[in-house]
Protein backbone atom coordinates (compact mmCIF):
# COMPACT_ATOMS: atom_id res chain seq x y z
CA UNK A 1 0.00 0.00 0.00
CA UNK A 2 1.53 3.31 -1.20
CA UNK A 3 0.32 5.35 1.12
CA UNK A 4 -0.31 3.12 4.40
CA UNK A 5 -0.73 5.75 7.69
CA UNK A 6 -0.65 8.68 5.25
CA UNK A 7 -3.55 11.53 6.35
CA UNK A 8 -5.22 12.93 3.25
CA UNK A 9 -8.26 15.07 2.40
CA UNK A 10 -9.83 15.34 -1.09
CA UNK A 11 -12.12 18.05 -1.59
CA UNK A 12 -15.08 17.95 -3.50
CA UNK A 13 -15.32 14.19 -2.73
CA UNK A 14 -18.68 13.14 -2.67
CA UNK A 15 -19.26 12.62 -6.02
CA UNK A 16 -17.20 11.71 -9.49
CA UNK A 17 -13.49 12.23 -10.18
CA UNK A 18 -13.06 13.56 -5.98
CA UNK A 19 -14.95 10.39 -4.79
CA UNK A 20 -12.85 8.00 -6.98
CA UNK A 21 -9.87 10.09 -5.93
CA UNK A 22 -10.55 9.47 -1.74
CA UNK A 23 -11.17 5.75 -2.85
CA UNK A 24 -7.79 5.16 -4.28
CA UNK A 25 -5.88 6.77 -1.65
CA UNK A 26 -8.30 4.58 1.31
CA UNK A 27 -7.29 1.87 -0.96
CA UNK A 28 -3.23 2.75 -0.83
CA UNK A 29 -3.88 2.66 3.19
CA UNK A 30 -4.43 6.34 4.13
CA UNK A 31 -6.84 7.96 6.00
CA UNK A 32 -9.11 10.50 4.28
CA UNK A 33 -11.46 13.15 5.17
CA UNK A 34 -14.40 12.69 2.43
CA UNK A 35 -15.76 16.20 2.07
CA UNK A 36 -18.93 18.03 0.21
CA UNK A 37 -21.94 19.95 0.62
CA UNK A 38 -25.01 18.04 -0.61
CA UNK A 39 -25.01 16.03 3.08
CA UNK A 40 -27.02 13.36 0.75
CA UNK A 41 -24.20 12.72 -1.47
CA UNK A 42 -21.16 12.75 1.13
CA UNK A 43 -22.99 10.42 3.32
CA UNK A 44 -23.81 7.96 0.81
CA UNK A 45 -20.35 7.67 -0.58
CA UNK A 46 -19.10 8.04 3.24
CA UNK A 47 -21.64 4.78 4.00
CA UNK A 48 -19.85 3.04 1.37
CA UNK A 49 -16.01 4.21 1.93
CA UNK A 50 -16.34 3.22 5.58
CA UNK A 51 -17.79 -0.42 4.38
CA UNK A 52 -15.23 -1.22 2.37
CA UNK A 53 -12.38 0.91 4.54
CA UNK A 54 -13.37 1.21 8.11
CA UNK A 55 -12.61 3.80 10.37
CA UNK A 56 -9.66 5.43 7.69
CA UNK A 57 -12.91 7.32 5.54
CA UNK A 58 -13.17 10.19 7.32
CA UNK A 59 -16.60 12.95 7.27
CA UNK A 60 -16.77 16.45 6.52
CA UNK A 61 -19.79 18.56 5.27
CA UNK A 62 -18.76 22.37 4.41
CA UNK A 63 -18.45 24.37 1.20
CA UNK A 64 -14.81 24.76 1.07
CA UNK A 65 -15.18 27.80 -1.21
CA UNK A 66 -15.19 29.65 1.90
CA UNK A 67 -12.00 30.50 3.61
CA UNK A 68 -13.71 30.10 7.04
CA UNK A 69 -14.79 26.25 6.44
CA UNK A 70 -11.42 25.41 5.02
CA UNK A 71 -9.63 26.88 8.23
CA UNK A 72 -12.39 24.42 10.35
CA UNK A 73 -11.70 21.76 7.69
CA UNK A 74 -8.04 21.74 8.59
CA UNK A 75 -8.34 22.20 12.52
CA UNK A 76 -10.40 19.02 12.69
CA UNK A 77 -7.92 17.44 11.22
CA UNK A 78 -4.99 18.32 13.02
CA UNK A 79 -7.37 17.39 16.21
CA UNK A 80 -7.99 14.10 15.13
CA UNK A 81 -5.17 13.26 13.31
CA UNK A 82 -2.81 15.45 14.51
CA UNK A 83 -1.01 16.83 10.75
CA UNK A 84 -1.44 16.32 7.22
CA UNK A 85 -0.19 14.26 4.60
CA UNK A 86 -1.96 14.72 1.70
CA UNK A 87 -4.31 17.67 0.15
CA UNK A 88 -6.26 17.23 -3.13
CA UNK A 89 -7.88 20.26 -4.23
CA UNK A 90 -10.22 18.68 -6.39
CA UNK A 91 -13.13 21.27 -6.39
CA UNK A 92 -14.06 22.82 -9.98
CA UNK A 93 -16.96 23.55 -12.85
CA UNK A 94 -16.84 23.68 -16.21
CA UNK A 95 -20.00 25.61 -16.18
CA UNK A 96 -20.05 29.24 -17.58
CA UNK A 97 -20.70 31.56 -20.39
CA UNK A 98 -19.47 30.36 -23.61
CA UNK A 99 -18.14 33.24 -26.18
CA UNK A 100 -16.38 36.61 -25.12
CA UNK A 101 -18.89 38.65 -24.09
CA UNK A 102 -18.82 37.19 -20.46
CA UNK A 103 -20.15 38.80 -17.77
CA UNK A 104 -18.25 40.02 -13.75
CA UNK A 105 -20.55 37.86 -12.23
CA UNK A 106 -19.22 34.42 -14.61
CA UNK A 107 -15.76 35.26 -14.24
CA UNK A 108 -16.29 35.94 -10.57
CA UNK A 109 -17.94 32.46 -9.90
CA UNK A 110 -15.28 30.98 -12.38
CA UNK A 111 -12.64 31.94 -10.82
CA UNK A 112 -13.61 31.20 -7.19
CA UNK A 113 -14.52 27.72 -7.66
CA UNK A 114 -11.87 26.79 -10.48
CA UNK A 115 -8.87 28.69 -8.46
CA UNK A 116 -9.52 30.78 -5.54
CA UNK A 117 -10.45 27.51 -3.48
CA UNK A 118 -8.17 26.11 -4.29
CA UNK A 119 -5.52 28.68 -3.50
CA UNK A 120 -7.50 28.70 -0.28
CA UNK A 121 -6.68 24.93 0.51
CA UNK A 122 -3.37 25.14 -0.82
CA UNK A 123 -2.79 27.63 1.67
CA UNK A 124 -3.95 26.36 5.15
CA UNK A 125 -2.48 22.46 3.87
CA UNK A 126 0.74 24.20 4.19
CA UNK A 127 0.65 25.96 7.11
CA UNK A 128 0.01 22.30 8.35
CA UNK A 129 2.09 20.67 6.44
CA UNK A 130 5.13 22.87 7.39
CA UNK A 131 5.02 21.69 10.95
CA UNK A 132 5.69 17.88 10.16
CA UNK A 133 8.38 18.64 7.36
CA UNK A 134 6.43 17.41 5.04
CA UNK A 135 3.26 17.03 2.21
CA UNK A 136 1.87 16.51 -0.92
CA UNK A 137 -0.42 18.70 -2.28
CA UNK A 138 -2.27 18.38 -6.07
CA UNK A 139 -4.25 20.10 -7.93
CA UNK A 140 -7.32 18.84 -10.45
CA UNK A 141 -6.87 21.43 -13.36
CA UNK A 142 -8.46 19.98 -16.92
CA UNK A 143 -6.27 20.30 -20.68
CA UNK A 144 -8.46 23.33 -20.64
CA UNK A 145 -5.91 25.16 -18.74
CA UNK A 146 -3.43 23.75 -20.90
CA UNK A 147 -4.36 24.25 -24.84
CA UNK A 148 -7.46 26.09 -26.06
CA UNK A 149 -10.33 23.62 -26.32
CA UNK A 150 -14.00 24.24 -26.49
CA UNK A 151 -14.32 25.46 -23.06
CA UNK A 152 -15.92 28.18 -21.42
CA UNK A 153 -13.00 30.93 -21.11
CA UNK A 154 -13.58 31.79 -17.83
CA UNK A 155 -13.23 28.20 -16.96
CA UNK A 156 -9.70 27.76 -19.28
CA UNK A 157 -8.49 31.08 -17.54
CA UNK A 158 -9.01 29.94 -14.04
CA UNK A 159 -7.63 26.34 -14.98
CA UNK A 160 -4.54 28.33 -16.70
CA UNK A 161 -4.04 30.14 -13.63
CA UNK A 162 -4.11 27.76 -11.02
CA UNK A 163 -1.13 25.37 -12.83
CA UNK A 164 1.35 28.43 -12.52
CA UNK A 165 0.17 29.21 -8.82
CA UNK A 166 1.06 25.42 -8.68
CA UNK A 167 4.15 26.00 -10.74
CA UNK A 168 5.37 28.95 -8.60
CA UNK A 169 4.58 27.96 -5.25
CA UNK A 170 6.00 24.42 -5.73
CA UNK A 171 9.73 26.26 -5.93
CA UNK A 172 8.91 28.10 -2.29
CA UNK A 173 7.44 25.62 -0.87
CA UNK A 174 9.97 22.72 -1.71
CA UNK A 175 12.68 23.60 1.14
CA UNK A 176 9.75 22.80 3.55
CA UNK A 177 9.44 19.13 2.13
CA UNK A 178 6.25 20.29 0.27
CA UNK A 179 5.82 18.85 -2.96
CA UNK A 180 2.39 20.58 -5.25
CA UNK A 181 1.92 19.30 -8.47
CA UNK A 182 -1.29 18.83 -10.76
CA UNK A 183 -3.39 16.58 -12.84
CA UNK A 184 -5.20 17.48 -15.79
CA UNK A 185 -8.13 15.43 -16.76
CA UNK A 186 -9.00 15.38 -20.92
CA UNK A 187 -12.45 13.90 -20.99
CA UNK A 188 -14.06 12.25 -18.00
CA UNK A 189 -17.18 10.29 -18.35
CA UNK A 190 -19.17 9.38 -15.16
CA UNK A 191 -22.88 9.37 -13.91
CA UNK A 192 -24.30 12.31 -13.89
CA UNK A 193 -21.33 14.25 -14.92
CA UNK A 194 -20.97 16.84 -17.64
CA UNK A 195 -20.36 13.85 -20.26
CA UNK A 196 -23.04 12.06 -19.21
CA UNK A 197 -25.53 14.89 -19.56
CA UNK A 198 -23.94 15.70 -23.50
CA UNK A 199 -24.43 12.12 -24.35
CA UNK A 200 -27.97 12.04 -23.36
CA UNK A 201 -28.32 15.26 -25.39
CA UNK A 202 -26.39 14.22 -28.41
CA UNK A 203 -24.63 10.87 -28.29
CA UNK A 204 -23.76 10.29 -32.04
CA UNK A 205 -22.35 14.38 -31.62
CA UNK A 206 -20.40 13.10 -28.23
CA UNK A 207 -19.00 9.82 -29.76
CA UNK A 208 -17.67 11.70 -33.16
CA UNK A 209 -15.98 14.31 -31.37
CA UNK A 210 -14.59 11.87 -29.08
CA UNK A 211 -13.07 9.79 -32.62
CA UNK A 212 -12.02 12.62 -33.86
CA UNK A 213 -10.05 14.71 -30.66
CA UNK A 214 -8.71 11.87 -28.40
CA UNK A 215 -6.29 9.16 -30.11
CA UNK A 216 -6.88 6.17 -27.85
CA UNK A 217 -10.55 7.10 -29.27
CA UNK A 218 -12.23 6.74 -25.36
CA UNK A 219 -13.61 8.73 -22.39
CA UNK A 220 -11.06 8.65 -19.34
CA UNK A 221 -12.72 6.74 -16.36
CA UNK A 222 -12.51 8.75 -12.50
CA UNK A 223 -10.14 6.00 -12.02
CA UNK A 224 -8.16 7.11 -14.76
CA UNK A 225 -7.59 10.09 -12.86
CA UNK A 226 -7.36 8.65 -9.11
CA UNK A 227 -4.04 6.58 -10.34
CA UNK A 228 -2.11 9.36 -11.50
CA UNK A 229 -3.03 11.24 -8.06
CA UNK A 230 -2.01 8.27 -5.98
CA UNK A 231 0.77 8.13 -7.72
CA UNK A 232 2.05 11.85 -7.41
CA UNK A 233 0.50 11.85 -3.53
CA UNK A 234 2.79 8.62 -2.56
CA UNK A 235 6.83 8.08 -2.29
CA UNK A 236 6.51 6.87 -5.56
CA UNK A 237 7.15 10.54 -6.62
CA UNK A 238 8.78 11.63 -4.35
CA UNK A 239 11.42 13.63 -6.40
CA UNK A 240 8.31 14.83 -8.55
CA UNK A 241 7.14 18.40 -8.01
CA UNK A 242 5.89 21.52 -9.84
CA UNK A 243 5.01 19.04 -12.49
CA UNK A 244 1.02 19.10 -14.60
CA UNK A 245 0.23 15.17 -14.98
CA UNK A 246 -2.23 15.54 -18.08
CA UNK A 247 -3.85 12.59 -18.36
CA UNK A 248 -6.32 13.07 -21.69
CA UNK A 249 -5.61 9.90 -24.29
CA UNK A 250 -3.21 11.83 -25.99
CA UNK A 251 -6.13 15.03 -27.05
CA UNK A 252 -3.34 18.07 -26.11
CA UNK A 253 -1.58 18.49 -28.93
CA UNK A 254 1.24 20.76 -27.08
CA UNK A 255 4.68 19.35 -25.47
Known sequence: MLL???????????RGIGKAIAQRLLKEGAVVWITGRERGALERTHRECTRDFGDNARLFE????DPGTIRTLLATVHDQCGGLDIAVANIGSGRSVMG???????WEDAMTVNFHAAVRLSREAIRLMETGGSGSIVFISSIAGVESIRAPVPYAAAKAALLMYMKSTARIVAPMGIRMNAVSPGNVLFEGGTWDRKLGEDREAVEGYI???????????PQDIAGAVAFLASDSGSFVTGANLVVDG???RSL
Open 211 to 221: RSEVPMGAFAS
Open 4 to 14: HEKIGLVSGSS
Open 250 to 252: GQT
Open 100 to 106: WDVPDQA
Open 62 to 65: GDLT
